[in-house]
């Protein structure tokens, strides 16, 4: 069965701290993505990598980063959490153009 | 803008099947069609996915008109558990993480 795991299902921050989110995937994909999805405003590509240590913004990078420093982890940090990065995030991954993929998803709660 | 569309919302018995339409007139020769759900607070799963031929799986069946404009999931014998937002998306295999999730169709599976 496919798998793609994220480290936490629910977070709570301070505004101002640095959040990490993981994702590891064990199905040898290339690609790994990282998404929020808000009510009202659908799923958010906000990065996305097709090679270890390879990245590319998606529609909404700012306030975000990214490190793939090996094939199966994604991680997504939030260098200076805000209260406006208050959201569901969604860890996936596919191989070079198949099937996407996602996890169970972390919800982020910024105070 | 989302490039399918789907009924808001369908009510179906346990044990019967669940017929789920889907539009997407707009579609182009290298999309295919993609189903996913998503149970609260989850993320999304994939179900099935075709091109033009009908396609069938553990899961699903889905089929698409020979004209490509329309198509429809279903679910052969639902349970209380497919009780679920199901999402329609069209996609070329080469567009990365760009995915479009539209409102979808709440699915609600009744004893």
């Known amino acids: 069965d496919v798998k793609v795991t994220q480290s936490s299902r629910y977070l709570v921050k301070r505004t101002g701290e640095k959040v990490f989110l993981e994702c590891v995937q064990d199905?040898?994909?290339?690609?790994m993505f990282w998404y929020r999805q808000d009510p009202g405003l659908g799923l958010r590509l906000i990065y996305f990598?097709?090679?270890?240590?390879?990245?590319e913004k998606g529609d909404i990078p700012e306030g975000y980063s990214v490190s793939r420093e090996k094939k199966e982890r994604f991680s997504l940090i939030l260098e200076s959490a805000s209260t406006n990065q208050t959201s569901m995030y969604l860890c996936a991954s596919s191989s070079r153009a198949g099937t996407i993929y996602f996890g169970e998803g972390s919800w982020l709660t910024v105070v | 803008d989302a490039k399918t569309t789907q009924p808001p919302s369908m009510d179906c018995a346990e044990g019967r099947a669940a017929n789920l339409p889907c539009n997407h007139s707009t579609i182009s020769g290298n999309e295919y069609v993609y189903w996913y759900r998503q149970i609260h607070s989850q993320g999304p799963q994939y179900i099935i996915h075709g091109l033009k031929n009908n396609e069938t799986n553990e899961m699903a069946s889905l089929i698409i008109t020979e004209d490509r404009k329309s198509s429809t999931l279903i679910l052969p014998h639902a349970t209380l558990r497919d009780t679920a937002v199901y999402y329609c998306i069209v996609r070329a295999r080469d567009s990365w993480g760009k995915l479009q999730f539209g409102a979808g169709t709440q699915v609600v599976v009744t004893p």
């Open positions: 199905m040898d994909h290339e690609n």
């Open positions: 990598s097709y090679d270890v240590k390879m990245k």
